[in-house]
């Protein structure tokens, strides 16, 4: 038996998203926003172009890349994305979680392509990454939020590529590295890496993917909320701040101050750092820990944000999935009650375990007291379900 430890986490915020703020951040960060504006009167646009500009100056994107905000979150800009352009070539799509999926499903059942190669693996593991025919447009998560299982690197995308590569990259924008000479459009969210508020997504595309919307109408109809391009003249205002839709000044506001908290705080790179080091400590228990586990087996793949574990106790791998679902759920709860952690049992649709954020919001010393809470809070509930 574990005793309880006598410190929390200063944050008990690790959910996955949205993710926690930055330590410091208060509600009074907010007063410059925009309200009671239009967002493309003067002011509103300025705020905008100013989080584009800093976004694309903190990410060191390429020049010629643009970025925009358009509506829906992450879910919004990557299916935006898949509406505009696919259908030209064939596709091959990684699906190894439940996003990914999701996507898969999306791009055979609602857009009904036929000429679709399918790179299906189970949670923990990847896809071959050799068997991509890059021919073809690539759709793919970069960082699997629900599995914890994330791609190495860029190396096994080509730099000589016929179709596009179609990255949500939504958990790994601001904590992975990112090859962006090797990715043509990308999607994410601030509500994830940054801890803004949730409902506005982020596109970034290549001078690639502009010049596919100068040449390729789908057959389909695109509502005005997906609309990147009309008689085949890219719209792009879209990526100098004249958004689609009405935005939130209020979130992109949020946005602006974790941008420049970042910057504040070391740039891209020791965000980075952050974000691995937490994994660090969590990778550090796990090894010294005899009953849990990570959901990825290739350490080499282990997400630095979305950690995934799993109980490893043969006593609880030989329960039904039922019992190691309320098995979890005590342990999530428990935690909960003791305002240690909040929102970390894993995805509804991955195997049972937990799913801790570790990205660079969160500070080290919260992960490494939550995972000595985990030791308590596991033993004592294993007696319920073990005896």
Sequence with gaps: MYEKPLKRPYNPSFSSGPCPKFKGWKLADLDAAVLGRSHRSKLGKNKLEEALKMTKDILKLPQDYVV??????DTGAIELAMWNFLGYLGVDVLAWESFSSDWLSDIVGELKLDNVNKHIADYGLLPNLENINFENDVVFVWNGTTSGVKVPNGEWIPDNRQGLTICDATS??????????????????????????????????????????SEYTPKWPIPK?????????????????????????LCVEDYLV????????????????????NLEIVMQWVEK????????????????????????????????????????????????????????????N????????????VESSDIELLCAWLDWAYSNVKNGYYD
């Design 172 to 213: 790994a924008v601001f904590a992975m590295e990112m090859p962006w000479e090797k990715l043509d459009v990308v999607t994410y969210s601030w509500q994830k890496v940054l801890g803004g508020e949730a409902a506005h997504g982020i596109l970034i595309l290549s001078p690639k993917a502009i010049q596919r919307l």
């Design 258 to 277: 974790a941008l420049r908290w970042v910057l504040k705080h070391g740039g891209l790179k020791e965000l980075i750092g952050r974000s691995r080091k």
């Design 289 to 348: 820990t005899a009953w849990v586990d990570m959901l990825a087996k290739d350490p080499d793949t282990v997400s630095n944000t979305s950690i995934c574990l799993q109980i490893s106790d043969v006593r609880f791998t030989g329960l039904q999935e039922s019992d190691q679902r309320a098995f979890i759920k005590e342990i999530v709860g428990l935690l909960a009650t003791e305002n240690v952690a909040f929102d970390i049992e894993g995805y509804r």
């Design 68 to 73: 925009g905000i358009v509506p829906g979150s």
């Design 225 to 249: 909320l997906f609309k990147l391009a009309k008689n085949k003249k890219p719209n792009l205002a879209i990526f100098t701040g004249s958004t689609i839709n009405t935005p939130s000044m």
């Design 350 to 361: 991955a195997p049972p375990g937990f799913r801790i954020w570790g990205g660079g919001t």
